[in-house]
């Protein structure tokens, strides 16, 4: 019984196996490559974080890009970043921060795998030295990323030329990016700042990070700050009177502004008492975009002094700027009646004046005229 049960199954577990072995091999010869041509054209790390670019001639599609940072023979953290597509011939970079407590000066040592499936695409070593054995040349003082964009202070020991790239970071892919090529700074302290030039999802978690490039010798210092965006605008005019008022809304963030504008008054008299409330929709505002909105009470209001309160809500209701005023409501112009209107716009003005010196002048001609008789 035995022997007859290996007889039956020994052909079958045969093919079984064949199988097996012949799909991987098919799957890695059309899978992998010999040549994709793909690889790093930069990289920049510090102890912190750092940022890579990648570049196929070609074009790949869903491939990991694989980082591990060492020290002395030891694997402090590693990273996995996907990349969904590299376009051909284009550069794809991306940013990524360190998780160690490791801040031992010395050489550090930065290995990149590219893959695909699993399949290894390229791979490469970066090194470089953390703790400085001389003097900066420059001094990060202060970076301020915001919805708008960022300020970066910089002092300088000694007079350089420097490159400041900026990017804008959303998770570890890079949204924006813009570079100063040769800025000169000498030994005063110089502010500099960037606007995004993209938009940006409310409430959402970006950060800006700057790298600045020294030359001769060739030096970089990065720093990156995280921010959640947030729509923003500010009122910066308004008028009133016994009619209605307006405010100027401008834009001060990359997030589409699409609040609302209340203007409310109320009697001056010390207490809260409303006389009116009128909220308008304010249009899409961005940085440096400006509109006005207008109110018109319904009915007018009567002579004295009124306090007008602005509020503008963003998005999500939240108040982003308010401005308090008065209104000095004059009283309604008198118009004249029907009648005297009628009558005035019968005459002429002069009319009255005309008329005496055509009597005057004619008693003066019958004078003359009686003295020759």
Not at 42 to 66: A, K, N, R
Not at 350 to 355: A, I, S
Request: glycine fraction near 6%; aromatic fraction near 8%.
């Amino acid at each position: 019984m035995p022997s007859v049960l290996k007889m039956r199954y020994t052909p079958v577990s045969l093919i079984c196996f064949l199988l097996i072995l012949a799909f991987p091999f098919n799957s890695l010869a059309h899978e992998c490559p010999e040549d994709a041509g793909v690889g790093v054209a930069y990289l920049y790390s510090d102890i912190q974080s750092g940022d890579i670019t990648v570049y196929s001639p070609t074009g790949l599609e869903d491939i990991d890009l694989g980082l591990s940072l060492e020290h002395e023979g030891k694997v402090l953290d590693e990273k996995t970043l996907g990349i969904r597509r590299v376009a051909p011939g284009l550069n794809v970079v991306r940013v990524f921060e360190w998780d160690t407590d490791t801040k031992d000066d010395g050489k550090y040592t930065v290995d990149v795998r590219i893959l695909k499936d699993g399949c290894l695409l390229y791979t490469s070593s970066y090194s470089f030295v953390n703790g400085r054995q001389v003097i900066p040349r420059i001094i990060i003082d202060d970076l301020i990323a915001n919805s708008e964009g960022f300020s970066l202070m910089i002092t300088p020991v000694q007079p350089v030329l420097v490159d400041v790239t900026y990017m804008l970071v959303d998770g570890s892919n890079v949204i924006y990016m813009n570079k100063l090529e040769r800025v000169a700074l000498n030994t005063l302290p110089m502010e500099l700042s960037e606007q995004w030039n993209t938009l940006l999802e409310n409430g959402r978690e970006y950060r800006g990070r700057v790298k600045i490039r020294m030359y001769t010798p060739s030096e970089t210092m990065a720093t990156m700050q995280e921010f959640t965006a947030k729509d923003d605008v500010f009122i910066s005019d308004t008028y009133k009177d016994e009619i209605g008022a307006s405010a100027t809304i401008e834009g001060r963030s990359q997030v589409p502004f699409r609040g609302t504008v209340r203007f409310t008054v109320f009697k001056n008299d010390g207490n809260e008492n409303i006389v009116e409330t009128v909220t308008r929709d304010s249009p899409v505002l961005l940085s440096g975009d400006d509109e006005t909105v207008e109110a018109i009470w319904e009915e007018r209001l009567h002579e004295g002094i009124y306090r007008l309160n602005i509020e503008v809500m963003g998005n999500d209701g939240d108040l982003l700027d308010v401005r308090e005023t008065i209104i000095e409501a004059e009283a309604p112009r008198k118009v004249s009646n029907d009648n005297d209107t009628e009558s005035s716009a019968g005459q002429s003005p002069g009319f009255p004046g005309f008329y005496s010196i055509i009597t005057l002048f004619a008693a003066v001609l019958i004078l003359r005229m009686k003295k020759r008789w």
